[in-house]
T-cell receptor, first 116, second 113 residues
Framework: AQTVTQSQPEMSVQEAETVTLSCTYDTSESDYYLFWYKQPPSRQMILVIRQEAYKQQNATENRFSVNFQKAAKSFSLKISDSQLGDAAMYFC?????????????FGQGTILTVHP | EPEVTQTPSHQVTQMGQEVILRCVPISNHLYFYWYRQILGQKVEFLVSFYNNEISEKSEIFDDQFSVERPDGSNFTLKIRSTKLEDSAMYFCAGRRAGLGGYTFGSGTRLTVV
């Protein structure tokens, strides 16, 4: 079974600084997707960024970028120029596709605090 | 931008009662899901639904749970006889075919007393 591990229960960063959230996963599949979701206090799940495993290039979305190391099964999220609105719980998630209908397996989450 | 709509946002029910959680997916989505998040814990997969039938379900999704999409729009999760441990946030999600990501609804907070 696939597992996703986020080893940092909590992280903090100063406004305008950069922070990196860690995620590792375990799978025997070769075709899969990785996601980072943000969950603010409202508890809505908001997609931050997505990475297809077959792509070597790391995904970027404005201030958010990932470091995808397929051999190491590592998928970290870097937030640059942190803003107060970035404060939230962040979940790393794995999704297998191909012949599967797809389902997300989530990590335990990392609470990010942004200090002004 | 299209949204996945969930109702109600918060429901309180007595133990043993039946509850129905409702979701209106985005119209061009083909795959539908329910996830659960117990307070302070990670998000867990419950069930996936495609072509009007369950495609996969987790160990959590026992005989007390059922899903249906009766009219081609609403996607519902029914819990027949709620238990205290069913108290959680329930998220509906959907996606298109192919490489699309998942869109989540804003969730229903279920409190069983």
């Amino acid at each position: 079974a696939q597992t996703v591990t986020q080893s940092q229960p909590e992280m903090s960063v100063q406004e305008a600084e950069t922070v990196t959230l860690s995620c590792t996963y375990d799978t025997s599949e070769s075709d899969y997707y990785l996601f980072w979701y943000k969950q603010p206090p409202s508890r809505q799940m908001i997609l931050v960024i997505r990475q297809e495993a077959y792509k070597q290039q790391n995904a970027t979305e404005n201030r958010f970028s990932v470091n995808f190391q397929k051999a190491a099964k590592s998928f970290s999220l870097k937030i640059s120029d942190s803003q107060l609105g970035d404060a939230a719980m962040y979940f790393c998630a794995y999704d297998v596709r191909g012949t599967s209908y797809g389902k997300l397996t989530f990590g335990q989450g990392t609470i990010l605090t942004v200090h002004p | 931008e299209p949204e996945v709509t969930q109702t109600p946002s918060h429901q309180v029910t007595q133990m043993g009662q039946e509850v129905i959680l409702r979701c209106v997916p985005i119209s061009n989505h083909l795959y539908f899901y329910w996830y659960r998040q117990i307070l302070g814990q990670k998000v867990e997969f419950l069930v996936s639904f495609y072509n009007n039938e369950i495609s996969e379900k987790s160990e959590i999704f026992d005989d007390q749970f059922s899903v249906e999409r009766p009219d081609g729009s609403n996607f519902t999760l029914k819990i027949r006889s709620t238990k205290l441990e069913d108290s959680a946030m329930y998220f509906c999600a959907g996606r298109r075919a192919g490489l699309g990501g998942y869109t989540f609804g804003s969730g229903t907070r279920l409190t069983v007393v």
